[in-house]
């Protein structure tokens, strides 16, 4: 046996065991994170680095997802994992790429392993792959290119430009870590595929390759796989050298503080954005890198903390939110980001910060009551985390393998237990400071100043304009063809059809071996929803201890864990309709001062002792990322803390006060965040779809940022200047509304079994015992639609933002809101197959260079089915590509094809396991599947018969039915968020197509809508970095209720 077993041990604060070999023929690094759950998630990390910013990296990341030269067919990776319950994608940092791999069940994982692993040692890395896939200018002049789209959509932004050049600031022009790994586009324009061949040469050796696999998986199969695929590798080479640990170019510390200030383009000039950072201590210098982490939540996490108390949860905020982090190099470097800072207050906002930092880095200032508590919280939330997960398991593995020793020493000693959280508890404050001191006071910092500039928003757009019209001419009608035709002839090569005898070879994997967690629900006091089973122990136990008629409703899920977790869910319809945009304000409830008997605590104290107490406390809307007209309370604690729990709900519901001073800060913060907002597409068509189809009795509609605008403005003036009692007697009625039992669903998951009385603790819950005759009904999304939004017809609504350089667009039709229709699988297997990887979308629309994405998505609450283009670079013909994909199948021009049919089955099953991949997410769907939904308990058993069951002529009749209408006006209604430039072209189209169309841009502050820009010009197609993070629900089907703004992983 080839591989040597160099440490094993069972992780002592998580439910998880580590073993990890290495080849002693090849150097080939392998781990297991074992853990129980239905996922089973391979993370195939390459240590990587480059001195410049070409892009190779990043660009190879994506090609090799075109073929390997044992599977040289473009998107078999992705095609087999649609029939294996998998799922693919891959990240690129600056000193890493990490391929993903993540499939319900084993038997898909050890199947697809091989032949992953074949795509990463051995692509086919075909010029016409790295043509279409990284960059090329179409038979229109454009470029485009997914790679290029891609960077292109946030290279202008503002973090974006922020960051680099902190990276730029801190690290040497040689050294990897200042390099752009994704790529600038002046260089993508110029890299060659010998190129990256070069870069794949040097830096792909199995040597420099770490498999790790976490979940159940069969240790003994998993070796067999890895030394089959071992003994076709080449021998370790004597010249390896590891990436930055053996460079070259090495990190230098800074000789002096430096300072840049640049500009970023934006037509709004009102906010721009600060970040400091630092080289701090040597990456094995473990119990120092916690410890810094844990510094900067000290300084910066909470509303009491230094930093944020100071900075931000002040009269006239100098920023709308700081973040933190630290980047794990081979020296642990911190940073610091003010965001949305008043630009005629950058300048004083930089110094204010570090006068803050000076002045509290002493034995006096500092408080290590808080910083201990902050140490105890960490310890909590990772235990919480690895319950739930094996993520910062393998973010540690992958790190050790990029700068640990290959022995696997370190990881083992950091991995096994928490001994730096032990020792860093007993930390005595002169250790705190002293830390403090040597690595952000007397260490030197680079601090980069970013202000927005209208006339670089001006000059950029004429540049781009000036550069499509220079490139037509210099390529003439002739050479624009001659394009047109190499793509075409690229495109041709690529999508070369994989061979079904193929596909065949490969076994598919039964859903029937995937290990589903199971929970036991109890439900008690109002919860009459629930069956409970009496011969279960727990379930009399529970029911043993409940009062007689208890006023309120409980449901209880029980499974084993050091955590509880209690959400109370209530209507938002009981809140006034007046009172509803106060809500982003009300959220705030849990960082106020508190009344009681008499006596006031300071907010300061209350956040302290919630963040010593629990490990997660917030009010936010939805469930589940469904059910947006709920109000969710949520307070999770350690199991010993349950009483605790409950008794800061009381604390919070009832004794909270809206403090003047803090309400006012809340109505800042939002100001001050709007033009974040405005920056985002994503967000941008959000409130537009929101405001549209939503009426205002909707917490979706009076909770939308743009619309509010005005709302925010006013209060603030009340606040200052006028009567605020008004404010406070408003916010009192939302409380009095809100907080009563006919109101509360009151959901525990966790482990209850040591707790002595699991309901009794409730009984004197609330300040008064009065009964309770009928609960206040579960609010539905189709209860409060505009009368568009019930018919969904002729309509379209075009909103240009200055900011955002792509497209978003989705156009919405109706569909039945009954969850047991028999159409509901359906739906689900026709979106499923038309926007699997390697399907109808991902080539007709991703793969033509129309958009980053396209999707389909339903909201059964709302009655709606949408179509999505993502980050478009040409809305227009994604729309159009789109309509022709689905009316072709719809009418018989394309046949169906049984690969994808079969596969859009297996993705749907891998969503089915991905939603329930602990027991927390697990007893959440339950309850959304029992009470809320009301499909049953054992919904997902039967979802999966009822798919099984779906036919291709069923499909055929959905898409006639529901997705042929998503492109038509008649029954339809488009929403588009887009650049300006794109405007004419978007309002013609849509018009011709028969839409009544609504046109309007962001706003920019005080009316600065700039008047005479030249925007009927066409622009390049820019990508925005927005993501939208849509939450799904037990079909395996993605709900688009809750949009919410992202960084995620490259999809390839």
């Not at 420099?208 to 003994?220: A, K, P, R, T, W």
């Not at 058993?941 to 529901?962: A, G, N, P, S, W």
């Amino acid at each position: 046996m080839s591989f040597e077993l160099l440490t094993s041990f069972d992780v002592t604060y998580a439910p998880s065991a580590i073993k990890k070999w290495r080849s002693k023929r090849t150097g080939l690094q392998a781990a297991i994170i074992s853990k129980e759950t239905p996922l089973v998630s391979g993370y195939f990390a390459v240590a990587t680095e480059v001195e410049d910013d070409s892009g190779t990296p990043h660009t190879l990341e994506h090609l090799v997802f075109m073929g390997s030269k044992k599977y040289p067919y473009k998107g078999l990776l992705d095609t087999l994992g649609n029939v294996m319950f998998s799922e693919t994608n891959a990240w690129t940092a600056v000193d890493q790429t990490v391929y993903t791999l993540t499939t319900a069940g084993w038997e898909g994982f050890k199947t697809l392993l091989p032949v992953y692993l074949d795509h990463i040692l051995n692509p086919t890395l075909t010029d016409e792959a790295c043509y279409t896939e990284v960059y090329h200018v179409d038979g229109e002049g454009k470029e485009k290119g997914v790679v290029f789209s891609e960077m292109q959509g946030i290279e202008n932004q503002a973090w974006f430009q922020t960051m680099t050049t902190l990276q730029r600031q801190m690290f040497s022009e040689k050294c990897g870590y200042s390099s752009e790994t994704g790529g600038l586009m002046k260089n993508l324009r110029l890299l060659s595929n010998d190129t990256i061949r070069d870069f794949h040469k040097t830096s792909y050796s199995p040597s420099n390759l770490c498999v790790i696999v976490s979940g159940s998986v069969d240790e003994s199969e998993f070796l067999k796989v890895m030394e089959a695929f071992d003994s076709e590798l080449p021998p370790l080479s004597s010249d390896h050298k590891r990436p930055f640990v053996e460079s070259d170019h090495p990190i230098v510390r800074l000789e002096k503080d430096t300072y840049k200030e640049i500009e970023f383009s934006e037509k709004d000039e009102s906010y721009g954005e600060i970040a400091v950072g630092w080289i701090g201590p040597r990456h094995d210098n473990y119990e120092e890198d916690l410890a810094i982490t844990l510094l900067l939540e000290y300084l910066c996490e909470s509303p009491i903390s230094l930093l944020t108390k100071n900075l931000v949860e002040i009269n006239e905020p100098l920023a709308s939110n700081l973040e933190y982090n630290t980047d794990d190099f081979t020296y642990i470097c911190p940073y610091i980001k003010m965001n949305d800072v008043p630009t005629d207050k950058l300048s004083e906002a930089k110094d204010r910060l570090f006068e803050l930092m000076k002045e509290h880095a002493t034995a006096d200032e500092f408080d290590l009551t808080r910083m201990r508590g902050i140490v105890e919280n960490s310890k909590k939330k990772l235990l919480l985390s690895c319950e739930k997960s094996t993520d910062i398991l393998t973010d540690y593995v992958i790190n050790d393998f990029l700068y640990s020793d290959v022995e696997a020493k370190a990881l083992t000693k950091n991995l096994k237990s928490l001994a730096d959280y032990e020792s860093l508890s007993t930390w005595s404050t002169e250790q705190w400071v002293d830390l403090y001191q040597k690595y952000l006071i007397k260490n030197k910092s680079s601090v980069v100043v970013s202000r927005p500039s209208k006339k670089l928003y001006k000059s950029s757009k004429a540049a781009n304009k000036k550069l499509i019209e220079d490139r037509k001419a210099t390529l003439g009608e002739s050479g624009l063809a001659d394009l047109k035709k190499k793509l075409e002839d690229a495109q041709k090569l690529n999508d070369a059809p994989i061979p079904d005898e193929l596909i065949k070879t490969f076994p598919v994997p039964d859903p029937a071996n995937i290990p589903f967690i199971k929970t036991t629900t109890v439900g008690v006091g109002l919860n009459t929803d629930v069956t409970n089973d009496l011969t279960n122990h727990f379930s009399k136990k529970v029911l043993d201890d409940t009062p007689v008629n208890l006023p309120l409703y409980i449901n209880i899920d029980q499974f084993k864990s050091e955590f509880i977790s209690i959400s109370i869910l209530m209507s938002s319809m009981e809140i006034p309709e007046r009172l509803l945009p106060y809500f982003e304000i009300f959220v705030e409830i849990f960082s106020l001062p508190l009344e009681i008997n008499g006596k006031t605590v300071p907010y300061e104290d209350v956040v302290r002792d919630l963040q010593n107490e629990t490990v997660e406390h917030s009010l936010y809307d939805s469930f589940n990322g469904q059910y947006a007209e709920l109000v969710n309370a949520h307070i999770q604690v350690k199991k010993e803390n349950y009483a605790k729990a409950i008794e800061w709900f009381q604390k919070i519901f009832w004794y909270t006060k809206f403090d003047k001073s803090r309400v006012k800060v809340a109505v800042d913060k939002l100001i001050n965040s709007i033009p974040s907002v405005k920056r985002s597409g994503v967000n941008v068509l959000g409130s537009v779809i929101s405001e549209n189809l939503y009426t205002s009795r909707s917490l979706k509609h009076s909770k939308n940022m743009l619309a509010n605008e005005t709302f925010y403005r006013d209060l603030a003036t009340q606040i200052t200047e006028g009567d605020y009692s008004i404010i406070e007697r408003d916010l009192e009625e939302i409380r009095e509304s809100l907080f009563k039992p006919s109101n509360f669903r009151i959901l525990i998951a966790g482990d209850l079994s040591s707790v002595q009385h699991p309901v009794k603790a409730w009984a004197n819950f609330l300040p008064s015992q009065k009964a309770v005759s009928t609960m206040i009904r579960v609010p539905e999304a189709h209860q409060v639609l505009t009368p568009l939004g019930q018919r969904l017809s002729k309509k379209a609504f075009l909103i240009t933002a200055p900011a955002s350089d792509s497209t978003f667009l989705m156009s919405c039709t109706k569909i039945p809101t009954d969850h047991h229709d028999p159409d509901m699988a359906r739906i689900s297997m026709a979106s499923s197959y038309l926007q699997c990887v390697e399907g109808p979308f991902w080539r007709g629309i991703r793969g033509a260079g129309y958009a980053y994405g396209a999707s389909v998505s339903k909201s059964v609450g709302a009655g709606i089915l949408n179509f999505e283009v993502y980050r478009g670079s040409d809305g227009i013909k994604a729309f159009q590509a789109a309509q022709k994909i689905v009316n072709d199948l719809a009418d018989g021009t394309v046949e169906v094809d049984q690969t994808l049919f079969d596969g859009a089955l297996s993705s749907l099953v891998n969503t089915i396991a991905n939603n329930e991949s602990n027991y927390y997410s697990s007893a959440s769907l339950k309850y959304l599947d029992n009470v809320l939904t009301k499909v049953g308990p054992d919904h997902n058993t039967k979802f999966l018969r009822q798919l099984k069951k779906v036919t291709k002529e069923d499909m055929i009749e959905v898409l006639k039915k529901y997705f042929v209408p998503l492109f038509k006006s008649e029954s339809s209604a488009v929403f588009v968020c887009a650049h300006p430039t794109n405007e004419k072209d978007l309002s013609d189209f849509l018009v011709g197509e028969g839409y009544d169309i609504t046109t309007k841009e962001v706003t920019q502050p005080d009316g600065d809508d700039e008047e005479g820009d030249d925007d009927d010009e066409t622009d390049e197609e820019d990508l925005d970095d927005d993501d939208t993070e849509d939450e799904t629900d037990s079909d395996g089907e993605t709900e688009t209720e809750d949009e919410t703004e992202d960084e995620t992983e490259d999809e390839h």
